[in-house]
């Protein structure tokens, strides 16, 4: 069992650069792929970034790719996502996942822990 709590949402102007972070429970945070999802209002959730257990291996979308980066922190049970040149249509709720497979997966499917999720929203 895995609980995710994330935190660093909020309200900035586009060009702006923000930090989520996702704190996790457990002791095996390392046997888990993480994955940041967002949903807009009337919008599908869509994989952002995911990242292997041990931090290696990332993916992202063609949308943040060199604006957005993930990492993580095994020893601290944390994964973060670095947002900058942020733009309005980066405005979603966002939430982190865990995935049963410690490999990077964009499958929303192989991830069955999910946060609660923050709230980013961008003005232009």
């Known amino acids: 069992q895995v609980q995710l709590v994330e935190s660093g949402g909020g309200l900035v102007q586009a060009g702006d650069s923000l930090r989520l972070s996702c704190a996790a429970s457990g002791r095996t945070f390392s046997r888990y792929g993480m994955g940041w999802f967002r949903q807009a209002p009337g919008k599908e959730r869509e994989v952002v970034a995911a990242?292997?257990?041990?931090?290696?291996?990332?993916y992202y979308a063609t949308s943040v790719k060199g604006r957005f980066t993930a990492s993580r922190d095994n020893a601290k049970n944390t994964v973060y996502l670095q947002m900058s040149s942020l733009k309005p249509e980066d405005t979603a709720v966002y939430y982190c996942?865990?995935?049963?497979?410690?490999?990077?997966?964009?499958?929303?499917?192989?991830?069955?822990?999910w946060g609660q999720g923050t709230q980013v929203t961008v003005s232009s």
């Open positions: 996942a865990a995935s049963s497979s410690v490999a990077v997966t964009t499958l929303r499917g192989q991830y069955g822990y």
């Open positions: 990242i292997s257990g041990s931090g290696v291996t990332t």
